[in-house]
């Protein structure tokens, strides 16, 4: 039955994210932007011991055996997630991504690791101090086409462990989770180069590893309170079990598609982020606006709408439909469906639909928009990067392209 | 809680509209285009669906509950068939739709049990003036109280199937608020013009309407003194229209998707070049983000709350797309898509005129 009402539970829940938001977040949104590499702790320090306690009493659920892998209704946990990060992204995009988690590296392990991993790389996240995840999938010549990548993972059977040798690049997170906590970071690399995708394995590397190093950290159009690094793996050695799902090298590219599958997600938590920062351009620019009279009349007919009113209402339009789409590929997941057509749907046309919105706002705000005394310019920078991590919109239609024409890879390159 | 699936009566009115869409509407629509004229049984087997009763109260012979979004549901289904005879079947909905919302109750029980018979009731509402800046909240026909009665005066254009209407909801202007008046067929001053010619849904014919000093009872205004409230008739119309801008969108995406996979060109369908795939890949999210947008604020009307800024905005923003998918359907087909024989050159006329037609309320 078709209904747009969010649980009101989770509404309430949504609260604490937003007062987070509002209190810390803006704030500090310009200093970290200007400090780019600083780590944001005023955002990392408030929310960190609430993540803690909301994953010991996750784990206290699993070891008490409540938690049954068998539940009726929708799981709304992931929606949760979502509106989360559409709030804090509203907040700050790049202090976002600091959030003290597993974040994709979690939802790596989560989605194809064994019991036994979960506990070991998750359990962390339930103690001690902040902690972060990440995920390193993209290497210099391996982009859009990660399947091409050279990092290699070579079973070395006199100690059982794999030796990790090679070079990743854009990685989120990566030196928080690897050189400033106990966090970890999945890294996928090929133990067979010759097998292409049924080569490629995603894993675990823990911080304080040796022989990783952050060959650089970048400097960013956007996003800039998000650590974005270069790491290297010289001859890096990890555990036999660090490799997450199946170690054969199968005939199938199952143990890729197991991987995939955590875009399933990541790619509506894209687009929610996207949504975010769409919202918070479009509700700085109406508010602006109106100070200056210009408030939308929507019982004007469309031809007597002046230009800006016009552009406000299309940018409300779009900012809605995003995260309509966003909200259906979340739904989606709920209820247990698959969603790999909408997830790219949601993802393509909010990173599509923000990068646009933010541009407009600028435009609309005249000096104001450009000034780096407002936020309006910032947002604009950060509002890029989610047409293009996470797949590229261009990627992400492919991969719409594909399921409506019914085209395989091979059939459309 | 949110969800966005249909529910099984839901699923079943659009299975029921789309195999008449399938194998009725777009059987004729190329013939009724060109020949100004959609057949009878056609008309009949459409009305016969049943949509109107669906939406109505058992008091006056309808067995249900008024939904904006199983509606828009059913608009889509129609309207993917063909939007000319989904307006030639849907229009009694013209004057339902507002006696539903707005009527006094003598006025619902007068009218609306005719909406529940066998056979079509023949009305229509003339709403639209020929003006550029025409603004359905700021009419330039006029209704002035004369003792018991309305004087009614003025001009419309796009009033569909006026020749052989028994009664005309008419839209005027009262004391700068736009009400509606029921006028019967043969009025004195009431004057049926030239039958419209437009650029496409010619399969419906439209008429000029002149009101000369027509007079009505001030019984037959809608609503009686309270009148109407007509940002809610026009937010449902938007929605009928949106979810039939949906429908044409999808018309025209499917048909472009099916072709591109068979015309081969440099050895290959042509929708193996990344460029019209794309373009389809936009389409079939175009598609989809406008139906959600219209079953939002479909919802949110279904929960009593005011729609009027999330209806607007879906309106004007689903005129630019629906044009736009029209366009590269026709696009898609390169050559064979500007060629009457396709139907996707109709589907574009179609989508620029249903950008015209605003607050010609349906239900
Ligand atoms: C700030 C930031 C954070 C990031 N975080 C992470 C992270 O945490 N982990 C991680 O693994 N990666 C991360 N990335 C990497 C990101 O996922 C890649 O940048 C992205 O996948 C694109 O790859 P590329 O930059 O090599 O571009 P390329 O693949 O070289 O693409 C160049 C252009 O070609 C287009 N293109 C490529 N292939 C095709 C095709 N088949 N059809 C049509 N067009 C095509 C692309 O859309 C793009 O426009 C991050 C990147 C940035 C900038």
Redesign the pocket.
């Known amino acids: 039955m078709i209904n747009f009402e969010i649980p009101k539970k989770i509404q309430a829940e949504a609260q604490m994210a937003d007062m987070v938001a509002k209190q810390i977040m803006r704030p500090i949104s310009r200093k970290y932007d200007e400090g780019e590499h600083e780590r944001p702790v005023e955002f990392t320090n408030a929310m960190w011991p609430f993540l803690k306690q909301q994953e010991k009493a996750r784990w206290a659920k699993i070891e008490s055996g409540e938690v049954k892998p068998e539940r009726d209704g929708p799981n709304w946990t992931i929606l949760r997630l979502i509106l989360m990060i559409e709030i804090l992204s509203w907040g700050d995009a790049g202090i976002y991504l600091c959030t003290p988690n597993a974040g ?1 590296g979690g939802a790596a392990v989560e989605a194809v690791g064994t019991p036994e991993q979960k506990e070991r790389y998750m359990k962390r996240f339930s103690t001690g101090e902040p902690k972060w995840g ?5 290497e210099p010549n ?5 399947s091409s990548m050279r990092t290699t993972a070579v079973l070395d059977e006199e100690t059982n462990e794999w030796v990790i040798n090679g070079e ?7 030196k928080l989770s690897l050189e400033e906590s106990d966090g970890f970071c999945v890294v996928w690399a090929t133990i067979d180069p010759d097998a292409g995708r049924a080569g490629i394995k995603s894993f675990v590397v823990e911080g304080g590893t040796p022989g990783v190093s952050i060959a650089k950290q ?1 400097h ?1 159009l956007g ?1 800039r309170a ?1 650590d ?1 690094v270069a790491l290297h793996f010289k001859d890096v050695r990890v555990p036999f079990d660090s490799v997450l799902g199946s170690p054969d090298v199968q005939k199938t590219s199952k143990g890729f598609k197991g991987a995939m599958k955590t875009f399933d997600a990541s790619r509506p938590a894209v687009a929610a982020s996207a949504v975010g920062i769409a919202r918070a351009a479009l509700e700085f620019t109406q508010e602006t606006l109106a100070e200056e009279g210009i408030v939308i009349d929507y019982t004007k007919p469309k031809h007597q709408l002046t230009a800006v009113e016009r552009d406000l209402m299309e940018m409300e339009a779009r900012y809605r439909g995003s995260w309509l789409l966003t909200l259906r590929a979340t739904s989606q997941l709920a209820f247990g469906e698959s969603n790999r057509l909408e997830a790219s749907m949601c993802k393509a046309r909010a990173g599509e639909a923000v990068t646009w919105i933010t541009q407009k706002s600028v435009e609309l705000l005249g000096p104001l928009g450009y000034s780096r005394e407002t936020l309006a310019e910032k947002w604009m920078r950060d509002a890029k ?1 989610n047409d ?8 992400n239609l ?1 991969i719409v392209a594909r399921s409506i024409l019914g085209y395989s890879r091979r059939e459309l ?1 | 809680m949110l969800d966005f699936r249909l529910d099984e009566e839901q699923q079943m009115l659009a299975d029921t509209v789309h195999r008449f869409a399938e194998e009725k509407m777009r059987k004729e629509f190329r013939e009724a285009e060109e020949l100004g004229k959609i057949p009878d049984d056609v008309v009949k087997a459409g009305w016969e669906i049943g949509l109107l009763p669906t939406g109505l109260p058992e008091e006056y012979g309808g067995f249900g509950e008024y939904s904006a979004v199983t509606n828009a549901i059913a608009m889509e289904e129609f309207s993917w068939g063909d939007f000319a005879t989904t307006l030639r079947i849907l229009g009694p909905n013209l004057v339902a739709m507002p006696v539903y919302l707005s009527g006094t109750d003598e006025q619902k029980a007068h009218y609306l049990p005719m909406f529940c018979d066998e056979a079509m009731p023949k009305v229509t509402a003339a709403l639209t003036e020929k003006a550029i800046q025409f603004d359905p909240r700021n009419l330039k026909s006029t209704a002035v109280l004369d003792g018991d009665s309305y004087l009614l005066n003025g001009a419309k254009t796009l009033v569909p199937l006026a020749k052989d209407a028994e009664l005309i909801l008419v839209y005027a202007n009262e004391n700068g608020e736009t009400q509606a008046f029921l006028v019967p067929a043969g009025s004195e001053g009431l004057e049926i013009g030239a039958k419209g010619k437009w650029m496409g849904i010619n399969a419906l014919p439209t008429y000029e309407v002149k009101l000369n000093d027509v007079r009505v009872s001030a019984a037959n205004k809608l609503g009686g003194d309270a009148g109407i409230d007509f940002t809610q008739i026009l937010n449902h119309s938007r929605i009928a229209l949106g979810a039939a801008a949906v429908g044409l969108m999808r018309a025209g995406f499917e048909y472009a998707r099916d072709y591109a996979k068979q015309r081969v060109q440099f050895g290959q369908p042509v929708a193996q070049y ?1 460029s019209i795939a794309f373009m389809l890949a936009e389409m079939a999210i175009d598609v989809d983000e406008a139906r959600l947008l219209v079953w939002e604020a479909a919802w949110m009307m279904d929960q009593g709350q005011d729609a009027t800024a999330e209806t607007t905005r879906m309106k004007f923003y689903l005129d630019d797309i629906s044009v736009k998918v029209a366009d590269q359907a026709l696009q898609t087909l390169g050559g064979y898509g500007y060629i009457r024989e396709y139907p996707v050159e109709l589907w574009l006329r179609n989508a620029r005129g249903l950008t015209h037609f605003d607050g010609i309320a349906m239900i």
Not at chain 1, 388 to 395: A, F, V
């Open positions: 994709l990440a995920m390193a999938i993209t391996a982009g859009s086409d990660n990743k690049v854009f990685i989120t997170n990566g970048e960013k996003i998000s974005t990067i293009i991590y996470e797949g590229t919109k261009q990627i492919l390159k | 990344q």
